[in-house]
């Protein structure tokens, strides 16, 4: 009797509904600094500042938690912006001469940023007819009147144009050439070079009608607009870099290439300025690179400073990034580890204050923001409460923690406190502090746990919009390394001179490579973690208020078990240091487990109700027991054909070749294989079977999607024992009886459970006996086709994932269902399959390798909660391919559910980077510094809702006004609407964010599946690209041609990519 499977007949309507009420994808808020940023902006009668970068987005910052993001449509460099101030708009100058002009509009309650008109300076006739060339009406500078209403635009001709910045139109009969300013200056002057490009465009602080122009070559002019004349002349000689008008308007500053600034008094007299009253180079007397800008601020207090960046000695300091702060006999010359892009100072700008009294320093470096307060003596560094580099050492991993309990949320605050004790105050000292954050406090809080290429780990708190810094864990103490010595030859470099003082915090250096961080997994419960690096090492650490000096136990587990055949050819495993170290306050290491060979750790979980700890590595997987400090299991996973695995990364390129060798005699086999198999009996029998079971189906029954041929993956594949995911559950293994069971998934499709002995606590005791644990193996699957096992999950009776360790023993979570049937889910790159427990008989699959062509990247269960109903949710599966697009199946049935398309397919990189959350949200990494938050749940969203107290009206903008271009996909359909040139908009009210109240099945704990303690760790990491992820973005074009064969209604909608 031939079996046939029908699809269903249409969907069900309440269905559909419901996924409406469930699902919904948005692109939220980005989080971390922005990058490659190229201009800056301040607002100071609102407080708030613009960052524009080199791929044309800008970016507005007030008060922790507002934000607004915009794009220009043209991918330009943005090179210049200006605030109109107190009226919430922005002008932008892109590296193409365009000029655009941004508005904060309000919608609902609420603000967002909106492009409302672009300019582009025309080309100009010339005597003979013909235009002038584009070069020379390349804008340079802009500046915009004290007016408000009027910009001066200077180019490289050296031409002044004159713009209504309301219209953006040019203003008639106003432009100013520079032949008229050289009717102003002595003969002697004018003849020889030209003025050349306007470098500097200052406005007078008392008349708006006055303008300081500064040429390249030194010449500087006050021209009166008014009276269309030039009021005084600054015979320069000097080639000019910056202008700055002092606070009485009766002093000028330049600065200049060859290091040196100059004061200019202002003369009332009509003749001509020859020499300044001051000219000094700084760093002299040998030669000294340009003075790029500088800033001139009076104090009520007396003195001033001198701001400027650049001006260091050509030869002995010219590659370093430096801005000088100068006040009476007090110079301080602040070393960046990157490139200065601009800076401003927030002081006093109200026209009757007779004194600057600068507050603090901003200055944008190209990888970081670096805020100096002015008014405490050493000018400390304020912490930034958002727009921390998060890449301040390179991000290796990165996990999720969410419901974080308050008294280890504080634990954690105060440890941050202690390492960093200007963080308490940098709330009240950071200045830009404008507009005003309308999300409400969130209810629960979430962790952000970034590892690092240094071997740090860094605590972020990820609840709202504002990504901000906590803690940052350091593994480096225990090892030796060398960073002793340079921290000592940079002690003895302050003596010399210039004064230098190391500011920021972007280090991309490692002191050895091996630190870095692999895999980190948390216990929110018992303030207990994990953290695995490079070199194999596996640190258990829990977290203490006060700091102590202590040992660390070191153990070592052997994994290839004294196997024959094996040597590495690696790195060596790091030195620990021995005897009592000190500690401060925050997480302290108790036990160091070694693994060897010492190669990266791929995979670990943590069970600290048990005490117990699983790591893996290319090699195999062992477990050990930290409350008795002992190892408990230990298992090779090696094929014989595995020496690849042995060679560690310092082995690349005979890695690479004899990879590609490989590769050449698999598909040459492949081809002899597949044509015996054309002439095997067996499949001219399938053949046949499949031609009349074709024949046999009526033709107007819809059938499923034809499934594409896998071919089953070789045993023999270069580092298939690599250990992809280790989970822990207490469930049903060998018998009806359940117990604690340790599971390991390999890259070859092998799933190894073992059940453990485990003492069990004294009844209202937290520790458990000293006895050893044992284990003992007590199943093994190997999936057909040998796809890597990417994450495991077990399932109780209700098809519930199980809770957290301490999670029901504690009344936090309700308790799973020991009565009926438990089910292992399994995961792999091509399917996903539930096997019933104890038998391990297949349930239920769904292949989706072969129904979309794409592989399974990261996976997690998740939470999602109904907008229409408070008590009502679902646990589903999320899923990102290699894609990238992201898939939620239902859990136990695997059902497709809805499809979104999230991440191009070529960024790698931001595929390998992805966390889920267990509500429903993910990050991903945009660039190496900056996560972009994504929501899969239409009820859990995280965005921006602010808005800002600006002056100017708003009625000539209302016609402009229309809903969020939020991406708003709903069962995978793109529904958006588009404000004409805008990126980012009003966010809409009526979502709820991430502080709405869960419904009492989100306290089930659904966890992110390939481990059982870090809710939200997904298996891969940011430094995990594969050779198969290169496979995939090579092959991305037969993915496409794969996509097509899809019937019409399944294949992929077309998305609008919002950033």
């Known amino acids: 009797m031939m079996k046939f499977r029908f699809r269903r007949q249409g969907a069900d309507p309440q269905r559909e509904k419901l996924k409406q009420e469930l699902f919904a994808f948005h692109k939220t808020v980005e989080h971390g600094f922005p990058n490659q940023p190229s201009a800056l902006a301040f607002d100071p009668e609102l407080r708030i500042m613009a960052i524009g970068t080199r791929s044309g987005a800008v970016k507005i910052y007030g008060a922790p938690g507002v934000e607004f993001t915009g794009l220009h449509r043209d991918a330009a460099t943005v090179t210049q912006m200006h605030f109109l101030p107190g009226q919430g708009r922005l002008l932008t100058l892109l590296d193409d001469s365009s000029l655009h002009l941004w508005e904060i509009i309000h919608h609902n309650g609420c603000a967002h940023l909106e492009e409302a008109l672009s300019f582009q300076l025309p080309s100009r006739p010339g005597f ?54 050289l009717r102003s200056v002595p003969d002697d002057y004018r003849c020889g070079k030209a003025l050349g490009p306007v470098e500097s465009l200052q406005g007078h602080l008392r008349d708006p009608t006055k303008i300081l122009i500064g040429y390249s070559r030194g010449l500087l002019v006050i021209w009166n607009q008014a009276a269309q004349c030039v009021d005084h002349v600054f015979l320069g000689n000097q080639q000019l870099e910056s202008l700055c008008w002092g606070r009485n308007s009766g002093t000028i500053i330049s600065s200049h290439s060859d290091g040196s600034y100059a004061i200019w008094p202002m003369d009332t007299s009509g003749s001509p300025t020859l020499q300044p009253s001051v000219a000094t180079i700084p760093y002299g007397p040998f030669p000294c690179k340009a003075i790029n800008k500088i800033l001139w601020r009076n104090c009520e207090s007396g003195g001033h400073f001198i701001i400027f960046s650049g001006g260091m000695p050509r030869a002995s300091y010219g590659d370093r990034h430096c801005v000088s702060v100068l006040r009476a006999e007090t110079l301080v010359t602040l070393d960046f580890t990157s490139r200065i892009i601009d800076f401003f100072t927030v002081h006093s700008t109200r026209p009757e204050d007779e004194f600057d009294d600068p507050q603090a320093l901003a200055v944008l470096l190209e990888e970081e923001l670096v805020v100096l307060d002015l008014q405490t003596p050493g000018w400390p560094s304020v912490p930034a409460p958002y727009l921390a580099p998060l890449h301040s050492s390179a991000i290796t991993c990165s996990a999720h923690v969410a419901n974080v ?21 940098s709330a009240s000292s950071w200045p830009i502090t404008g507009g005003r954050n309308l999300a409400q406090e969130p209810s629960q809080r979430g962790l952000l746990l970034t ?23 350091s593994t480096a103490g225990l090892f030796q390394t060398d960073c002793e010595h340079t921290d000592s030859l940079g002690q003895a470099a302050e003596d010399d001179w210039p004064p230098f003082r190391k500011v920021g915090c972007f280090d991309p250096y490692s002191d050895d490579p091996r630190l870095g961080v692999q895999k980190v ?5 018992t303030a207990q973690m994990v953290v695995a690096g490079t070199a194999g090492q596996v640190l258990v650490l829990e ?21 024959e055949g094996f040597t590495w050819k690696g790195h060596e495993r790091l030195s620990p240091r021995t005897g009592p170290l000190p500690w401060p306050a925050g997480f302290q290491p108790r036990v160091l487990v070694q693994c060897l060979p010492p190669a990266a750790v791929t995979a670990v979980t943590l069970h600290a109700e048990w005490s117990l700890v699983a790591f893996g590595t290319s090699h195999g997987f062992g477990l050990f027991d930290y409350q008795c400090k002992s190892p408990v299991l230990a298992r090779c996973t090696l094929h014989p054909n595995d020496s690849l695995a042995m060679e560690g990364p310092l082995s690349r390129v005979k890695s690479l070749k004899k990879s590609l060798r490989q590769s050449f005699r698999r598909i040459r086999k492949s081809r002899v294989s597949g044509k015996k198999r054309v002439a095997n009996a067996n499949s001219k029998l399938q053949e046949a079977n499949a031609q009349l079971a074709e024949q046999a189906c009526p033709h107007d029954v819809e059938m499923t999607p034809v499934q594409r041929r896998i ?24 018998d009806a009886h359940h117990g604690p069971t340790m599971w390991a998934g390999t890259n070859s499709g092998s799933v190894f459970a073992y059940a453990l002995e485990v003492p069990a606590a004294v009844a209202g005791g937290e520790k458990r006996p000293e006895r050893a644990v044992e284990a003992v193996l007590g ?30 023993s504690r009344d936090l979570a309700q308790a799973p269902d020991m009565q009926g049937g438990h089910a292992v889910l399994i995961a792999s790159e091509e399917q996903f399959k539930v096997f019933t427990l104890p038998k391990v008989s297949a349930k239920t699959k769904f292949k989706l390798t072969a129904h979309e062509g794409c592989r399974v990247r990261k996976v997690a269960l998740a939470t999602f909660a109904s907008v229409a109903c408070e008590d009502y949710a679902e646990t589903c599966l999320a899923c990102l391919t290699n894609l990238g697009d992201v898939h939620v199946f239902s859990v136990p049935g695997l059902r497709p559910q809805v499809q979104y398309s999230c991440i191009r397919k070529e960024d790698i990189s931001g595929i390998a980077s992805c966390v889920f959350t267990r509500h ?58 588009l404000a004409p040139q805008s990126r980012d908009g009003s966010p809409d009210p009526a979502h709820k964010g991430a502080d709405t109240p869960e419904p009492p099945e989100a306290t089930l704990s659904p966890m992110s599946i390939d481990s059982a303690t870090s809710a939200d760790t997904t298996l891969d990491t940011t430094g995990d690209v594969t050779v198969e992820d290169v496979k995939d973005f090579l092959g991305s074009e037969e993915s496409e041609r794969n996509l097509r064969n899809l019937t019409e209604d399944e294949a992929p909608t077309c998305t609008i990519l919002i950033k």
Request: proline share 7%.
């Open 920 to 977: 429903g949200q993910g990050f991903y990494l945009i660039s190496p510094s900056e996560f972009e938050r994504f929501s899969l749940s239409a009820r859990n969203i995280t965005e921006p809702l602010c808005s800002l107290d600006i002056s100017w009206p708003r009625d000539a903008t209302q016609a402009r006004v229309q809903e969020s271009p939020k991406l708003s996909q709903a069962n995978g359909n793109p529904s958006i609407i």
């Open 711 to 734: 071919e089953p993956r070789s045993a023999d594949d270069s580092l298939s024992g690599v250990v992809r995911c280790l989970y822990f559950a207490d469930t049903f293994l060998r």
């Open 128 to 181: 003979d007819g013909a235009s002038t060339p584009s070069s020379l009406t390349r804008i340079t500078v802009v500046l915009l009147m004290a007016a408000g209403n009027t910009a001066a635009l200077g180019t490289e001709g050296g031409s002044i144009y004159f713009l209504d910045v309301t219209t953006l139109a040019l203003l008639e009969r106003q432009t100013l050439s520079p032949d008229e300013v």
């Open 543 to 563: 977290l203490s208020d006060v700091p102590t000096e202590q040992a660390v136990s070191v153990a070592s587990v052997d994994l290839l078990q004294d196997r």
């Open 451 to 473: 590892g690092h290429e240094d071997g740090t780990v860094r605590f972020w708190d990820a609840s709202g919009v504002a990504l901000r810094p906590l803690y940052k864990l």
């Open 405 to 425: 309990p308050a008294k280890l949320w504080a634990r954690i605050v105060s440890a941050g406190e202690q390492q960093s004790p200007q963080l308490i105050s």
């Open 779 to 808: 199943k093994e699957v190997q999936l057909m086709h040998r796809a890597p096992v990417v994450a495991i999950a077990v399932l109780d009776g209700r098809g519930r994932p199980l809770p957290e360790p301490y999670e029901a």
């Open 521 to 525: 997994a948390l216990c929110k419960y």
